[in-house]
């Protein structure tokens, strides 16, 4: 199984990104995927995950309103599209799954089987 994560980049607070993350290899429709992220100098956190039909979303509280989950089972991908960016947002951000779990969101990194390669997102103030 391969996790690919794109569209990061720079960009100014208030601005928007959409990352986007696209799994090969076997379906992982049947799964839990989220999305984590890991500042300079800080540990991983979770950020947002959703269930294998996308009937269920969870965030960090800090991200809630500002950041959007979601999934396309049948082209095996999954989003995360980023308003109102602040500079407290910048991190390489990582999709991953939970292989374990269909309807479950667990927000411990150690539960998640399967990782992609990260993608930088920069906020400027």
């Known amino acids: 199984v391969q996790l690919q994560a794109s569209g990061g980049g720079l960009v100014q607070a208030g601005g928007s990104l959409r990352l986007s993350c696209a799994a090969s290899g076997r379906t992982m429709s049947n799964y839990v995927m989220g999305w984590f992220r890991q500042a300079p100098g800080k540990e991983r956190e979770f950020v947002a995950g959703i269930t294998w039909n996308g009937a269920r979303t969870n965030y960090v509280d800090s991200v809630k309103g500002r950041f959007t989950i979601s999934r396309d089972t049948a082209k095996n991908t999954v989003t995360l599209q980023m308003n109102s960016l602040k500079p407290e947002d910048t991190a390489v951000y990582y999709c991953?799954?939970?292989?374990?779990?269909?309807?479950?969101?667990?927000?411990?990194?150690?539960?998640?089987?399967?990782w992609g390669q990260g993608t930088l997102v920069t906020v400027s103030s």
């Open positions: 991953a799954v939970d292989r374990r779990r269909a309807s479950q969101i667990v927000t411990e990194s150690s539960e998640y089987s399967y």
